[in-house]
């Protein structure tokens, strides 16, 4: 795997740090115990109460669904995410966009479990190359041995760890000059969102992180702790359109200095707490509601969601092969003004000769089997032939 390629402020991974390293137990293999010195797997019985695992470290079966897959499949046919994985969204129409053929160089900038990326492969064929990126240290190792154990060698399959703001030179690193397609599918992974250990969820109890690389940056409790109210005002406006930006972001500057806060539980409490004091919310559904929100404002402010899209879009164009396509898949209204804005003034620079002109949404079978899929909005453009 190549090493962080890209030097740039947002370069993710600090060199010389190891891209496999995970030091936390791999769910594919082990339920709950160690590996014995023989190799070998001793098993204890996961226990939880009721009759289905409620918690992420209870799922054990479907985290290891090479092992269980029955099981998986039923948790799929129930319009339910497995833990641990990812149903890629929107895949027949990315399909159809990018048009990926034989023999063609393309690249995933959103590597997650590799679901579009084995679609895209196996249009390419043994003379394509498909290069993917993916800044989180802790889930690219698992997709790039699940891709590997598939059959995707080196010369057809190149996984660089790095913040797609690194695009360029990630690409000129790996001797690719530019590519036949782009794809971008934004935003987190159901990996990431599922493990509280991550701290996007607060389903389960973890630490506040929600940085999709916790090798760069800080966790948004720490940013969380030092902000003023009027810069958590300013994200939680433009990153989540929170309606009470200034006075729910007062609210929560002064909790926090009163009491710091480190977990996504007492977040989450604090914040129905305070809507219910305020009179801001009616039910726990609206609360949820309201929660989800600050946690998505706080997620695109620790990983600077809109600085390095922004940076994407600049180097897109750049990278295409004259004819070249490029698909972007976004899950919120700030993503997808930007990239919308991107395509057409790229257009108006003569940069891309057709750009979308409206958004492709998932269908109704879609959106029934995976409700996950609801937010996608799918954008493409082909860059020019000169
Ligand atoms: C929605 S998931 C992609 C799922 C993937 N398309 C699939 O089918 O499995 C988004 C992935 O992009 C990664 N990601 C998000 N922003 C990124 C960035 N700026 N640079 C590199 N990777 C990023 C996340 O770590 C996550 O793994």
Known sequence: MFPDPDPAPHAPDAAGSDPGADARPDPGRLPDGTATAEGTVRRRRVRYSGTHPRRFAEKYKERAPERYADAVAKIVASGKTPAGTHRSIMVAEILETLEPRPGQTFVDCTL???GHAREILGRLGDAGRLVG????????????ERLRREGWDEARFLPIRSNFAGLAAGLAGAGIPAVDGILADLGVSSMQLDD???????????????????QRGRPASEWLSRVAPEALAAALR????????????????ASV??????RTRDLARRLHDLYRERGWTRDKAEGDARVRRVFQALRIEVNDEFGVLESLLRQIPTCLKPGGRV???TFHSGE??????AFLEGQRQGLYEVVSDSVRRPGSEELRSNPRSAPAKLRWAVRSAQ
């Open 112 to 114: 997650g479990y590799g």
């Open 133 to 144: 990126f993916d800044c989180d240290p802790v889930e690219l190792p698992k997709t790039v």
């Open 196 to 214: 509280p250990e991550r701290g996007f969820t607060y389903k389960d109890d973890g630490p506040l992180d929600l940085r999709m690389n916790p």
């Open 238 to 253: 433009d990153n989540a359109d929170e309606p009470m930006a200034g006075p729910l972001a007062e609210a929560m500057v």
């Open 257 to 262: 200095r009163e009491r710091p806060v480190t």
């Open 327 to 329: 698909a972007i898949l």
């Open 336 to 341: 997808d003004r930007r990239v919308k804005r």
